[in-house]
């Protein structure tokens, strides 16, 4: 296989091992529901995807179409998000408490800076 490939991929990896990593940290260190749920959809989901996109290079190189990939990393870029919502409003639904302060417009009576 191409060299140049191989580090390619190895880079991307590299990289998205990066981000799954910040998407751990976020996901243990963040303190409430709604902050934590930005973790795994957004560094997550990039890393992932970079894994994905190293393993259809690598296929490329070998000579064989990287459609597989190519659709994994279509459908977790579209059901990540759509989850995410979901499991927003459910506990908006339910009234789960935020720790994070409100903005000052956000709050009637509160006067906007």
Do not use: C
Request: charged share 10%; aromatic share 8%.
């Amino acid at each position: 296989m191409n060299p140049f490939i191989e580090w390619t991929a190895a880079a991307v990896i590299v990289i998205a091992a990066f981000f799954l990593l910040v998407g751990a940290i976020g996901l243990v260190r963040l303190p409430d529901f709604y902050m934590r749920l930005h973790a795994p959809t957004k560094a997550s989901t990039l890393g992932v995807g970079g894994v994905l996109i190293a393993s259809m290079l690598v296929s490329v190189g070998h000579g064989r179409p990287g459609i597989a990939e190519l659709l994994i990393t279509l459908f977790l870029f579209v059901t990540a998000p759509v989850s995410a919502n979901l499991l927003a409003q459910a506990a908006l639904h339910l009234k789960l408490p935020a720790r994070a302060p409100a903005p000052d417009d956000a709050v009637p009576g509160r006067p906007a800076d």
